[in-house]
């Protein structure tokens, strides 16, 4: 009897470790991982924030695209 015990609390390690072998931590989704597309903000001196996206790509081009149009005052942010 103690050798089908031994056998059971074997088989029950076995299969709780390949359950826990099956789990994983995902990290959250973001959609400009695999390209080369960057966020960056500039700061004016009269504190206005200026969005802007960076382009860097493969044989030394890139780029950067910033909405001057609609800058970000502190007042939106709070």
């Given amino acids: 009897m103690n050798t089908i015990r031994r056998l059971v609390v074997a088989m029950l390690a076995i299969l709780?470790?390949?359950t826990l072998?099956?789990?994983s931590v995902r990290e959250p989704d973001d959609p400009n991982k695999n390209t080369n597309l960057y966020y960056k903000e500039f700061i004016t001196?009269?504190?206005r924030r200026i969005p802007c996206a960076a382009i860097v790509g493969g044989?030394?081009?890139?780029g950067l695209s910033c909405d001057?149009?609609?800058p970000?005052?502190?007042k939106e942010t709070k």
């Fill in 16 to 18: 709780t470790i390949i």
């Fill in 21 to 23: 072998g099956g789990c």
């Fill in 45 to 47: 001196k009269d504190g």
């Fill in 59 to 62: 044989n030394g081009t890139s």
């Fill in 68 to 70: 001057w149009g609609h």
């Fill in 72 to 74: 970000i005052t502190s």
